[in-house]
């Protein structure tokens, strides 16, 4: 999962996915994290919680 956000402050979020959380925070304005671990085959349910304002540009997910 590729985040890409639009100024290179703080930025703190809670991903869960499938119901596994975890939390992503930088300080940049981009980053990845690699969920394989969480993703099920078929249907997969993921939810960003920001913990501080910021805006996200780009949300990206790539299957391998």
Excluded: C, W, Y
């Excluded at 100024?7 to 304005?29: S, Y």
């Excluded at 919680?49 to 299957?63: I, S």
């Amino acid at each position: 999962m590729d985040l890409q956000f639009s100024d290179q402050d703080k930025h703190r979020l809670l991903a869960t996915v499938n119901g596994d959380e975890f939390t992503v925070d930088v300080e940049d304005d981009t980053h990845s994290v690699d969920i394989s671990r969480f993703v099920r085959e078929g249907r997969n349910k993921i939810i960003i919680t920001p913990q501080n304002e910021f805006t996200l540009d780009l949300l990206e997910l790539r299957l391998i």
